[in-house]
């Protein structure tokens, strides 16, 4: 059964630590590998990863993809109580034209002042 | 400018109701998706539309009722919905229906059936 699994599930920290958010999948067809926050809404986009293992960067987060250990990982340093929300890891799979996501559990981040 | 835009952000229908949630995007997208969200669960797919057709339907029961009028606007019809559709509904579109898309979200509508 395809299946994206998340951890930690939930973790808490003091602002200006750095965090690392893992993500694993085991699914057919993989194609691509999508970072969301969530707040108290939809859920905002943040990276898109392929098998390339290219790492992806905007400001205080990174991501990176490894194909050989079907898993990501977001980093974000000098975490700051804006970066509290629900993290979604989701996996882009299936043939060329279906575009479906299987969606993690999601990471809840809370970050302390 | 990634913006998708969803209509009512909040609704309250009785089960006898019949309601539509709207969704619309300007970016040229050509596939446009309906995910519902319930608490502390991640976006679970119902529709996927490609090119104004009918792609994936996850399954979904027949109270639940998509159409897309044309490439920019995306509905969801409700009609004679239970109390445990209550949730929030997402709407998402992304340039085409193809695996390397990036697929953005609209703020979503809460929907609450009494």
């Known amino acids: 059964e395809d299946k994206v699994v998340q951890s930690p599930l939930s973790l808490v920290v003091h602002e200006g630590d750095t965090v690392t958010l893992n993500c694993s999948y085991e699914?057919?067809?993989?194609?691509?590998l999508l970072w969301y926050k969530q707040e108290k809404k939809a859920p905002t986009f943040l990276f898109m990863l392929t098998s390339s293992g290219i790492e992806k960067k905007s400001g205080r987060l990174s991501s990176i993809l490894d194909k050989k250990e079907l898993s990501s990982i977001l980093n974000i340093t000098a975490t700051q109580t804006g970066d509290s929300a629900i993290y979604l890891c989701?996996?882009?799979?299936?043939?060329?034209?279906?575009?479906?996501?299987?969606f993690g559990q999601g990471t809840t981040l809370q970050v302390k002042p | 400018d990634t913006e998708v835009t969803q209509t009512p952000k909040h609704l309250v229908m009785g089960m006898t109701n019949k309601k539509s949630l709207k969704c619309e995007q300007h970016?040229?997208?050509?596939?446009m998706y309906w995910y519902k969200q319930k608490a502390k669960k991640p976006p679970e797919l119902m529709f996927v539309y490609s090119y104004e057709k009918l792609s994936i339907n996850e399954s979904v029961p027949s109270r639940f009722s998509p159409e897309c009028p044309n490439s920019s606007l995306l509905n969801l019809h409700l009609h004679a919905l239970q109390p445990e559709d209550s949730a929030l509904y997402l709407c998402?579109?992304?340039?085409?229906?193809?695996?390397?898309?990036?697929?953005?979200f609209g703020e979503g509508s809460w929907l609450t059936v009494v």
């Open positions: 970016m040229g997208h050509r596939a």
């Open positions: 699914v057919t067809n993989f194609r691509s």
């Open positions: 989701a996996v882009v799979w299936g043939s060329s034209n279906t575009g479906k996501l299987i």
């Open positions: 998402a579109s992304s340039p085409g229906q193809g695996t390397g898309n990036t697929i953005y």
